[in-house]
């Protein structure tokens, strides 16, 4: 019986007498996959880390075996430890765009790992080409001349995850990979992984939230609750028929992509926003073309698309975060001929200007100013926007608990990170509320309820939104409306209840059955109701 590429005996880390994995064993065996899975900071990440050695002098690693392919991890130092990352281990992490380096061409950047591991220029050059093929980038042949920022989230992961396969490492760690994601990339992403995996014998340890995706693409799973592993066995068994009640917990809070909204809101057939003629191009390249729109007050608007598909540039233009061609016009800012919005004409009764429109993104991390504590930026949200109450009541309105307000973002978790990002934008009477992608970094257990925060602060204070994610069951869980992006036009809105059956555009219906093939595939979901994918 061949030993296991991957075993790990005994994992324990602490940080300052601090436990945060607690005796944690599991093995991967050469072509295997296996999946960790928990709620944020139940040391997911921490335990892939010590694969690496990379978790700094700070953290205190014991265990009896950390073996990767033959190296005692523990044992390296020195040039073994970098042979070791070089040539055994690569890691692709949530956020590409703290991973890619923002002064560099991005083919220039995988070039340079073919370089490390001994290809001659030419022969980097292609090899570039070819992976960005593969991982699906468009223009494969021009787009490693772009930088990171000039490309949208998901086509920067792809890139990450290009760089991380052509070095063929022993062992392949994701964390979190396709976070940015839309499904049918995603798709198509892990397909090429299982397909290299199968052909090249390598391992890899899948660390996510996205329990279908795990389930999908894993052959055993483990379960971290506070450190803890709860949990383990076949990804079938694990996720299908759970036996921990943490495990069941998660498996109930997964969004089910068969339900529509929970509770409709009260619309109103008045046009808050009209959108005509909206174009924006980037040194050349359209990513928005010609998109006309009406968004009426008090609704949920759901936007979906690929991966560049245009919907975060849609969301800046309707904040007023991107210039842009057409125009935006709103019961409270109008725009002016050349598609740059005037400042708002809204006041409150105390005759202070309030911005017309908020943001929640989907970097809780980058929008919150890590120098104020949860307090002062509460407070300032209320002052601006024309707020009632104070920073205890409205942080108790999104469910916060009130020793936090003295503490800075740094001291949060990513839940908490993002319902004080929340609660920044409904502070006060604001009529559009854009929500770009507020929920694809957390748990699902975390996305649920924070799903159910911004449900119930639209339903209180008639807010209109618009609601952009990758994740059908997600925008289905919020949207009264779901528009579908398609190279930057929008190619479909429907009625969110009615997608499956009114959604009839190509696009639609490649996001709706790759949405549903990988539900299926894991076992967490029925056919799709009037036809739309094969059962």
Known sequence: ???????????????????????????????????LVGESGSGKSTAAGTLTASLGPD????????????????ALRGERLRRFRRD??????QEPGLALNPTMPVGRQVAEVLRAIGAGHREAEVRTVEAFTRVGL????????????????????????AMALVSRPRLLVLDEPTTGLDSTVEAGIMALIDELREETGFATLLISHNLPLVAAHCDRVGVLRRGVLVEEGSAAAVLGAPSDPYTVQLVEALPDITAGKAARGTTDDEVL??????????????????????????EILGVVGESGSGKTTFGRALAGLVRHDGTITTAASPDDDRGRRTRSARSDDRGRRTPPVQVVFQNADASLNPRRTVRQVLGRAIRLLGGEGSAEDLA????????????RPAQLSGGQKQRVAIARAFAGPVPLVVCDEPTSALDVSVQARILDLVLDLQRTTGTTCVFVSHDLAVVRRVADRIAVIDAGRIVDVVPAERLFDEGRHPRTRELVEAAFDLRRRAGLVAPVPGGVVDA
């Open 273 to 298: 926003v009209r959108v005509r003629g909206l174009r924006k191009e980037y040194d050349g390249a359209v990513a928005l073309d010609g998109i006309d729109l009406d968004l009426h007050r008090g």
């Open 88 to 93: 055994v281990v690569a890691v692709v992490h």
């Open 396 to 407: 108790a309105r999104v469910g916060l608990d009130a020793e936090v307000l003295d503490r």
């Open 138 to 161: 468009p223009d494969p042949d021009t787009i490693g001349v772009r930088y990171p920022h000039e490309l949208s989230g998901g086509q920067q992961q792809r890139v990450a995850i």
């Open 59 to 74: 953290a205190d690693v014991r265990a009896t075996t950390i073996d990767v392919d033959g190296s005692d991890v523990l």
């Open 1 to 35: 019986m061949t030993e296991p590429l991957v075993r790990v005996e005994g994992l324990t880390v602490a940080y300052r007498g601090v436990r945060v994995v607690d005796a944690v064993s599991f093995t991967i065996e050469a072509s295997g996959s296996y999946g």
